[in-house]
């Protein structure tokens, strides 16, 4: 999925269609699938834009997750296809802040059915502590290149 730039902001696109597997019994998406999604919308963003990343966690880099919001708008149901735009709202060395927004996608039109935000943290086990350690370098190089925040 590519990163978006308009005049207005910067977004890395996901999109998918969700299934029958996702649905509660009255036919609508069960709530827990839109954080699922937050996840899986950062971890391809890492897998196509930071593949050095994915290295890191193999060798000890966790990303933990501080934080999570979900805000809905509106309903999904089986079988939309739905548009989730991810924005960088803050960062520092350790900490980022984003933002997540969920289209469902009908003909050419986006509607936006729910917002949401995750605060993650990068860390290391260190002497049997985990403790923030900064981000590797080309997280921020592909966040400046794109200028998302």
């Known amino acids: 999925m590519p990163m978006i730039k308009t005049n207005e902001s910067a977004y890395y696109e996901y999109n998918f269609n969700t299934t ?10 069960y709530f827990a699938n839109y954080i699922v999604w937050q996840g899986k919308c950062r971890e391809m963003f890492l897998y196509e834009n930071c593949p050095d990343v994915i290295e890191e ?50 003909n050419s039109q986006l509607h936006l059915v729910c917002e949401g935000t995750q605060a993650t943290a990068a860390m290391k086990e260190i002497n049997g502590k985990m403790v923030p350690v900064p981000f590797p370098e080309s997280m921020f190089e592909i966040f400046s290149q794109y200028q998302i925040i």
């Open 57 to 106: 966690i193999n060798n000890g880099l966790a990303l933990i997750t501080l934080d999570v919001s979900v805000k809905y708008l509106g309903q999904l149901r089986a079988f939309d296809r739905v548009s989730m735009h991810m924005t960088l709202e803050a960062q520092n060395e350790s900490r980022l802040l984003m933002g997540f927004r969920y289209y469902k996608k009908e």
């Open 20 to 29: 029958f597997e996702e649905t509660n019994l009255v036919g609508n998406i």
